[in-house]
């Protein structure tokens, strides 16, 4: 009999096996020693145009001077990432903030005071400060001061903001623990520094606020609602269709995905299904199931996985349990299609794109 996993609070429960690979140094921070070590380590090898992985609240970044071209055509490289694919500046304070940018408007100042340090992104006019390769040859970057103490222990020793992208391979899933990092990029990079499992779980929300009305070109944990009751009198709309050169990371239609194939359904019960599984010609040991409510038992699918039905706690949750399903050998993740919602926006819009 296979077992159904429960995922409680975001924590999952039996182990993950993502394993360390490569030659990547494993850096601990479970030690007040240890964490300024780590950030002495850091800071040293991002000072000379290396690339580090580190933790953010949202996800384990693969990170460089922003500041430096080098720097950030490494992370393409190392990612595959597209070049016309735009990466957010991180920093650690309002000051630094308003060096990378050439205007500070109203609206930017109220979401700053709101939301960071946190899980968002501002897309403002660029300054001279960030190198061209991190806005994709745009106008604009995408600004954050993330919360992880490490983080921003790591941009202060430093001094520069740091490009830091998602620390996969493009396209891929992003990391949420720093053995995900090393399972993708740990022939690739030089340090991984482990500050234990990201608390958000999916990438930042990112809003453009360079026009009259706050656009948000990628949802996430804060959501429209959160952010228009900061924002009285101006609209918060959702951007829309792409065109041109691309103002945020998150825009491209297929993106965050498992090496399985990822279907989002709704069913009534395990008969149902079976019936649209049935269709996709993927046998029962190789599909694993993700739900919320309607819980099949765990017998005759790979896996069953339990994940609360709370949009934060599902958030911390869900690319923990699609990397286990990859490492489990998943040929078909089938996920109980998530709840209507502004709160669930940014695990929609994910799952949309895995599933592309």
């Not at 993950?16 to 850096?27: I, K, L, N, P």
């Not at 996800?59 to 957010?88: D, H, M, W």
């Not at 501002?122 to 919360?147: M, N, Q, Y």
């Not at 740091?162 to 993708?184: D, I, K, V, Y």
Request: proline residues 6%; hydrophobic residues 45%; charged residues 20%.
């Amino acid at each position: 009999m296979r077992k159904v996993r429960f995922c409680l609070r975001g924590r999952v429960w039996q182990g993950q096996s993502a394993a360390v690979t490569g030659r990547a140094e494993m850096v601990a921070t479970d030690s007040p020693a240890a964490f300024d070590a780590a950030v002495a380590r850091a800071a040293t090898t991002l000072r000379e145009d290396g690339l580090v992985v580190l933790p953010t609240e949202t996800v384990y970044g693969l990170a460089g001077n922003a500041c430096s071209s080098e720097a950030v055509e490494q992370i393409f490289a190392v990612k595959g990432r597209p070049t016309g694919n735009p990466v957010i500046a991180h920093v650690d304070g309002l000051a630094m903030a308003r060096e990378c940018v050439a205007a500070w408007p109203e609206a930017a100042a109220r979401l700053a005071r709101a939301f960071w340090p946190g899980p968002l992104t501002l897309v403002l006019l660029r300054s001279e400060v960030i190198a061209d390769e991190v806005t994709a040859g745009g106008k604009t970057v995408g600004v954050r001061w993330p919360s992880h103490p490490l983080m921003r222990a790591v941009i202060s020793a430093c001094g520069f903001p740091l490009a830091a992208p998602s620390a996969n391979r493009s396209g891929q899933l992003s990391p949420t623990c720093a053995e995900h990092a090393a399972a993708q990029l740990g022939e690739a990079v030089e340090v991984i520094v482990d500050g234990g499992q990201a608390n958000v779980g999916i990438e930042s929300t990112v809003v453009d606020v360079t026009g009259p009305k706050a656009q948000v070109l990628r949802p996430g944990m804060i959501s429209a609602e959160v952010l228009a009751a900061a924002l009285p009198g101006v609209a918060v709309v959702a951007a829309g269709a792409t065109e041109g050169v691309l103002r945020s990371p998150g825009m491209l239609e297929r993106h965050y995905a498992p090496t399985a194939r990822l279907l989002v359904r709704r069913w009534r019960d395990e008969e149902d299904l079976e019936a649209q599984v049935a269709v996709f010609r993927a046998a029962a040991a190789y599909t694993f199931v993700m739900a919320h409510t309607n819980i099949p038992p765990g017998t005759r699918w790979g896996g069953v996985s339990v994940i609360p039905r709370d949009a934060e706690a599902y958030a911390r949750a869900l690319y923990a349990e699609l990397h286990r399903c990859d490492a489990e050998g998943a040929e078909l993740i089938v996920v109980e299609a998530v709840p209507e919602g502004d709160e669930w926006a940014g695990v929609a819009d994910r799952l949309a794109r895995a599933g592309a």
